[in-house]
T-cell receptor, first 113, second 111 residues
Framework: KAGVTQTPRYLIKTRGQQVTLSCSPISGHRSVSWYQQTPGQGLQFLFEYFSETQRNKGNFPGRFSGRQFSNSRSEMNVSTLELGDSALYLC????????????FGPGTRLLVL | GQNIDQPTEMTATEGAIVQINCTYQTSGFNGLFWYQQHAGEAPTFLSYNVLDGLEEKGRFSSFLSRSKGYSYLLLKELQMKDSASYLCAVRRLMDTDKLIFGTGTRLQVFP
């Protein structure tokens, strides 16, 4: 069974631009969570989607948004990029609402110049 | 609020045993996870503890004490490939879809 895939793997943007990242969960998994990882803060929860609905959101500004499609694939969007948005963005999937274990994708490394 | 503490860095020798500690303060505790993350790669699941006690899985074991808000990951017969960051994460009852991570412990294994 294929793992979680994320595209693109690397991205360079400039301040003020916007970016869309994509995540395809493990086949059969309906829950997708997004995390931001930076050296200083570690992994921080952005939001979680289940059956196309956002169920939980972390403490990030409204510039960070996401959505999930009927095939469980998810996208996250960051508008008006700031230098501090440079990070590794990780997506994790799990089968259902009560499934404990999340499986992570390889991440998208975003650099904002 | 939530607080998760782990040592920032640890070093050990190949073949040795190392224990990585994690302490947490949170309401509604509903499980603790350990993940391994090699540089530039995705975190990979190692263990999940929700009840007190020791869970053994090959060379890796994880322990939980809910009353003390404490967990440790024990790595035996260390190998060079065990050099990685080890992430402790807590799950809460009211936020089962969200994991709260510590900043991770970077382990370096030397020959």
């Amino acid at each position: 069974k294929a793992g979680v895939t994320q595209t693109p793997r690397y991205l360079i943007k400039t301040r003020g631009q916007q970016v869309t990242l994509s995540c395809s969960p493990i086949s059969g998994h309906r829950s997708v969570s997004w995390y931001q990882q930076t050296p200083g803060q570690g992994l921080q929860f952005l939001f979680e989607y289940f059956s196309e609905t956002q169920r939980n959101k972390g403490n990030f500004p409204g510039r960070f948004s996401g959505r999930q499609f009927s095939n469980s694939r998810s996208e996250m969007n960051v508008s008006t990029l700031e230098l501090g948005d440079s990070a590794l963005y990780l997506c994790a999937s799990r089968m259902g609402a009560d499934e404990e274990t999340q499986y992570f994708g390889p991440g998208t490394r975003l650099l904002v110049l | 609020g939530q607080n998760i503490d782990q040592p920032t860095e640890m070093t050990a020798t190949e073949g040795a045993i190392v224990q990585i500690n994690c302490t947490y303060q949170t309401s509604g505790f509903n499980g603790l996870f350990w993940y391994q993350q090699h540089a530039g790669e995705a975190p990979t699941f190692l263990s999940y503890n929700v009840l007190d006690g020791l869970e053994e899985k090959g060379r890796f074991s994880s322990f939980l004490s809910r009353s003390k808000g404490y967990s440790y990951l024990l790595l035996k017969e260390l190998q060079m490939k065990d050099s990685a960051s080890y992430l402790c994460a807590v799950r809460r009852l009211m936020d089962t879809d969200k994991l709260i991570f510590g900043t991770g412990t970077r382990l370096q294994v030397f020959p």
